[in-house]
C-alpha cells in the first residue's frame, strides 16, 4: 500500500501509459516498440538501459510468438525486474552482524536527504528490537548536528557529537567508543556532503573510513549512497562520482513521492551495478521501505 501510493506519480505517468500504449496498439509492431521506448525515456530508465530492455523485449516477443500486446505487460514486468537483478542478483537486504555492532556509513551530497533517511532507519531498525547509536559526522554544514539531534529526540535515539568545524573521523573514533561500551547493535554515521570541493570532501571520507576500519575489523558494513530521485540523470553523475571514490555498497533512493521518473532505480542498477536497498516515499519517520524489484514493479502496474 505504500509503494501503492508513494509512487502514484509514476504510477500515472509510467504505468497508464503503458496501459494506454497496449490499449491502443493491438498488435506488437516496431511502432509499439517505439512508442514504449519513449515512455521508457520519459520515466527516466537512461538511454543505455532502454535500448537493452527493448532489445530483450523484442527476443522474448520473438521465441515466444508473441502477437497480441495484451502479453506485453507480464512480458515488460518480468524483463524490468530481470534486468534489475542482474547477473549478480546482489541481495537488498542490509549486511548486518549477527553477533557484535553494525556500523553503516551514509554518503551523499547536502539536500538529498540523508539526515531524514538515517533518522527513519533509526527508527525501523529500533522498532526491529535494535539498539541504535547516531553519529553527527557531518561538521562542516551549519546546522546539520542540531539536525540530526532533532531526528535523534523524535525516534528516541542517541547522538553522538563534537563541536562544529571539528574532525569529523574524531566524531567517529568516539562513536565507536561509545558504541561498543553501551553494547549497541548498529551505529549509524552521517558524512559532509559539500561537493563545491570534491577531493577534500573525498579525502574526508575516506579518513573516516579509515578510523572505522581500525576500529571494528570489516567495518563499515555497508556504505550507503543516499540519492535524490528528483534531481534523475544528475543522480546518476553523482553515483559515478562517489562509486569511484568509495566502495558503495548501496543505494538509498529518497522522493520517490516526488516524481515520475521511478525508472531511475533500474538505470541506477543496471548502469552502475549498485543495489538500490531502501527507497524514500515522504518526509515522515515511516516513510521508508526496502526495495524489492519485484514488488516495486508489480506495484507499478497493480
Ligand atoms: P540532507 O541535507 O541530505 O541531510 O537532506 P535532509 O535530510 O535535510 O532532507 C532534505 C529535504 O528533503 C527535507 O525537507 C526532507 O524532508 C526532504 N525529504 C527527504 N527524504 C524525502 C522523501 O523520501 N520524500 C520527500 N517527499 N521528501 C524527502
New binding site residues.
Partial sequence: EKFKQGLAKTRSSFAERVNDLIARYRKVDEEFFEELEEILIAADVGVTTVMELIDELKMEVKRRNIQDTKEMQEVISEKLVEIYRGDDNEPTVLNMQENGLTVILFV?V????????IGKLAHKLKSEGKSVLLAAGDTFRAGAIE?LEVWGERVGVEVIKQSAGSDPAAVMYDAIQAAKARNVDVLLCDTA?RLQNKVNLMKELEKVKRVIEREIPGAPHEVLL?LDATTGQNAMSQAKTFKEATNVTGIVL?????TAKGGIVLAIRNELNIPVKFV????KVD?LQEFDPEQYVYGLFA
Fill in positions: 551523499g547536502n539536500g538529498v536527504g540523508k539526515t531524514t533517511t539536525q556532503g543516499v529518497t522522493k520517490l513521492d516526488g524514500g516515499l515522504g518526509e516513510d
